[in-house]
């Protein structure tokens, strides 16, 4: 069919059409005579883009769903929505302070506060894939609201974002992609922040949790230590991330400079560590295999 049948079928206009086709996200066959003709693919591909724009993505973000075949480039811009809507909904919160006499200069804080954070959590989105970035983003976006004033924070900002820009993005090879996507697609932010809520309780709480878990937790290890684990491919994503967490500075350089950076993460890194020593203690036998992954 011609654009004229296309523009009829997909619901768009032929101006919207043609804009499409000069940002390359369809390419239709071009006849002899000059003419476009578009395909029942060509279609498809024309309303997903009407739904894309809809619902406020850009070309360069339908752009980046259209190359990636995992679905992980949706979830990534879902959850760029929800921390947008968050970031709004604190921007309300701001200006109804300012209507009832806050600061400007308060507000001039707070602002550049939230716009510095967002920075890391961007990032953080970009370079970590599907799951595991939604859930660094999340993690980390509750310690990135504090002011950053004093210098050593400053310089520890400063570092956090250089440290972001310098490194590759982490890529799994096509099968573990493959096994990533499947394993993890039925994940929302919101068993995200149901995992974080348990792990605070765990960690505020260790004794509680041990004993209310020790079943799970000796069942956990015992497969954790087991060749049938070894052998699958949630493994080799495991070392894959403590490899890549080692050799490109998130153990050595995120991590210490967002402890610098936020009081509140310094808090809870160590309140983590206090947590696992107790879980050591109580199961002695496990030290060797975490100072093996460490």
């Not at 619901?11 to 003709?37: H, M, S, V, W």
């Amino acid at each position: 069919m011609l654009i004229k049948e296309a523009a009829k079928s997909s619901g768009l206009t032929k101006k919207a059409i043609e804009y499409y086709i000069e940002q390359e996200l369809i390419a239709p066959k071009i006849l002899c005579n000059g003419y476009r003709e578009f395909e029942d693919k060509d279609i498809e591909a024309l309303k997903k883009i009407s739904v894309y724009r809809r619902l406020g993505l850009s070309i360069e973000e339908i752009k980046e769903v259209q190359r990636d075949l995992s679905g992980s480039a949706l979830k990534k811009f879902t959850l760029k929505k929800e921390l947008k809507v968050q970031r709004e909904e604190l921007k309300r919160s701001m200006l109804e302070e300012l209507s009832r006499g806050k600061s400007y200069r308060e507000m001039e804080d707070r602002l550049r506060s939230l716009e510095e954070g967002n920075a890391v959590i961007d990032r953080l989105l970009d370079l970590f894939p599907g799951y595991y970035g939604h859930f660094l983003s999340l993690h980390f976006a509750r310690f990135l609201q504090e002011p950053i004033s004093t210098e050593e924070q400053k310089a520890a900002y400063k570092e956090i974002i250089e440290f972001l820009d310098g490194i590759p993005a982490l890529e799994f090879p096509p099968d573990l992609q493959e096994y990533f996507t499947e394993s993890t697609k039925d994940f929302t932010s919101e068993n995200i922040h149901d995992i974080m809520k348990e792990t605070k309780k765990s960690i505020e709480n260790t004794e509680d949790f041990l004993k209310e878990n020790k079943e799970i937790i000796e069942a956990y290890h015992k497969y954790k230590q087991s060749q049938e684990y070894k052998d699958s491919p949630a493994y080799k994503i495991e070392k894959l991330l403590k490899d890549f967490n080692s050799t490109n500075g998130y153990n050595d350089i995120f991590i210490p400079a967002m402890k610098r950076l936020s009081p509140a993460y310094n808090d809870y890194y160590r309140q983590l560590e206090i947590a696992n020593e107790k879980f050591l203690k109580s199961y002695p036998e496990l030290e060797k295999l975490y100072n093996e992954r460490d």
